[in-house]
């Protein structure tokens, strides 16, 4: 049993790096309501799952009214549930194998830009040598490291997904405070001019009147 320790090792080992998928989200943009499905294929797995809502179609739009989410399971029941949420991370245990949907509702009047991951934590080597007592305590740990590098991966993934927002709401933040001091400045002007013409043709009355 010991002799093959070594190379039962490696295998584990090596699938626990070829079970790794890298972490990606999609992007996309909603109106109203979309929804997407995430199948779950084994009982008892962790779903992790995060959004950021990155930025509206309009530039002076900074409302933080944020979205909706609404998880439920292969049987339609109610998993999860988030209302006016601009950004947010979550996890749960799927107590039942199936389809899982994810369904976001947006009640601004702007189309708001959503970046959205998805991920489930499972060790399937952990499955096939449960009974397995000699290889328990390894399993046990190459599958907390296996979650642990999946979390890395999804908080660098949200994280990379936070910067963006918060670079583009500086950016417009910026164009709108530039706009907002050349409409001031302009304002001023016109006070300006407006307050010499109007002196011009005060002093052009009073002229007029004392020449009579």
């Given at each position: 049993?010991?002799s ?13 790096f ?7 989200g999609?992007r996309?943009?909603i109106?109203?309501?979309d ?10 797995d962790?779903?992790?799952a ?10 002076w739009h900074?409302?933080q009214?944020g ?5 439920k ?5 109610q998993?999860?549930d ?19 949907r994810f369904c976001f ?7 708001e ?5 998805v991920h ?9 040598h ?12 190459i599958?907390?490291?296996e ?13 990379e997904?936070?910067?963006e927002?918060?670079a ?8 709108r ?12 002007i016109g006070?300006?001019?407006l ?7 005060l ?7 004392s020449?009579?």
């Open positions: 049993m010991d093959q320790a070594p190379g039962y090792m490696l295998t584990v080992v090596l699938g626990l070829l079970s790794l998928h890298a972490v990606s999609i996309f943009m109106d109203r309501e929804c997407f499905s995430h199948d779950v294929q084994y009982e008892g962790t779903v992790h995060s959004f950021v809502v990155i930025k509206s179609d309009s530039s900074y409302s009214e979205v909706d989410l609404v998880v399971g292969p049987s339609g029941e998993i999860q988030f209302h006016d949420k601009i950004s947010e991370k979550f996890e749960f245990v799927a107590h039942h194998k199936g389809v899982h509702t947006n009640k601004s009047p702007y189309h830009t959503i970046d959205f991951d489930v934590g499972h060790f399937t080597f952990y499955d096939q449960a009974k397995d007592e000699h290889f328990n305590p390894l399993l046990e740990q599958g907390k490291l979650e642990a590098l999946y979390n890395i991966q999804f908080e660098q993934h949200w994280l997904a936070e910067t927002r918060q583009i709401v500086n950016d417009a933040m910026s164009r405070a530039v706009h907002k001091a050349f409409f001031e400045s302009a304002a001023l006070a300006s001019v307050q010499v013409y109007l002196l011009r043709r002093f052009e009355r009073k002229l007029g009147i020449r009579v």
